[in-house]
């Protein structure tokens, strides 16, 4: 039996699934991850990825953390892929409660997704530091150097940064989603970004690893998937 025909089975088997993911579902929209051989990590810059995406350092250095955000966190023509399409189309028929994405791309809600539950928030959304305005993606795009709010203000982007606490509401609601679901796929993740990755332990449920490279979790998967997860997904039938 192929592995995405294990799948089926455990999904037809399944009433109430959750999808948790990451960076790697969208690199087959052309967004690099962080740690795979082409991510963000094994590229030269001053500073890794993570210390330009914390706090302290949009504190200290916001120009420069709008650079590197500008040019490597925004995608703004990535298309939902394989992977994000099938997800959507099994919400519609009932099958998953929820998309639980360590994400900021939106390409889930774009494919159609309505439960996603954005556990570091979006580039979509962006708030001015001093009034509270919202701002679409497009002021950041169409800005130079610090975005400024008409009142003068910094445009932060609604994205949780290292050093950062997680939205509560966001938590307590992938939490409950995890508690009910009889089956979590996890996929296109490294693991390795907390408090996210601790939440995968509150599924009860069996559980799916769809990832390229190994994972923490591999161990306790009822099926390991070492392949690419919009191919993965794209096999399945949705009844
Ligand atoms: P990560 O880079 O740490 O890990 C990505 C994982 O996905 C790797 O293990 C890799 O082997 C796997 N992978 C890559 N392409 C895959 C594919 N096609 N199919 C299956 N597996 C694949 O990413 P992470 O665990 O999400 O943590 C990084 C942090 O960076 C997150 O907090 C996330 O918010 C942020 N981030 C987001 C985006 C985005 O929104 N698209 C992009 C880069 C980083």
Redesign the pocket.
């Known amino acids: 039996m192929e592995n995405w025909e294990q799948l089926q089975k455990l999904l037809d088997e399944s009433k109430r699934a959750v999808f948790f993911g990451?960076?790697?579902?969208?690199?087959?929209s052309g967004?690099?991850?962080?740690?795979?051989t082409d991510?963000?990590y094994r590229q030269t810059y001053a500073y890794p990825p993570e210390t330009i995406l914390s706090h302290r350092f949009f504190e200290r250095n916001p120009e420069e953390f709008f650079r590197f955000y500008r040019a490597k966190?925004l995608c703004p023509q990535a298309k939902p892929n394989a992977a994000h399409r099938k997800l959507a189309e099994l919400e519609a028929a009932g099958k998953l409660t929820a998309v639980i994405t360590?994400?900021?791309?939106g390409l889930h809600q774009a494919a159609g997704s309505r439960n996603v539950l954005e556990l570091?928030g979006s580039v979509l959304r962006n708030t001015c530091r001093s009034c509270g305005k919202f701002y679409g993606l497009e002021a950041i795009l169409s800005s130079e150097g610090i975005p400024r709010c008409s009142c003068g203000g910094i445009i932060k982007p609604d994205v949780v940064l290292y050093e950062e606490s997680l939205d509560g509401d966001t938590i307590a609601r992938a939490v409950r989603a995890l508690e009910q679901a009889d089956l979590l796929i996890v996929?296109?993740?490294?693991?390795?970004?907390y408090p996210?990755a601790g939440l995968v332990n509150y599924c009860k449920g069996r559980l799916v690893v769809?990832?390229?490279?190994p994972?923490s979790l591999d161990v306790k998967a009822d099926l390991l998937i070492q392949?690419?997860?919009?191919e993965t997904l794209s096999h399945l039938r949705v009844l």
Request: hydrophobic share 35%; proline share 3%; no cysteine.
């Open positions: 990451g960076a790697g579902v969208s690199t087959e967004i690099p991850d962080f740690r795979s991510g963000l966190m360590q994400n900021i791309d570091h996929g296109g993740t490294s693991l390795a970004v996210a769809i990832n390229k490279s994972t392949g690419r997860i919009g």
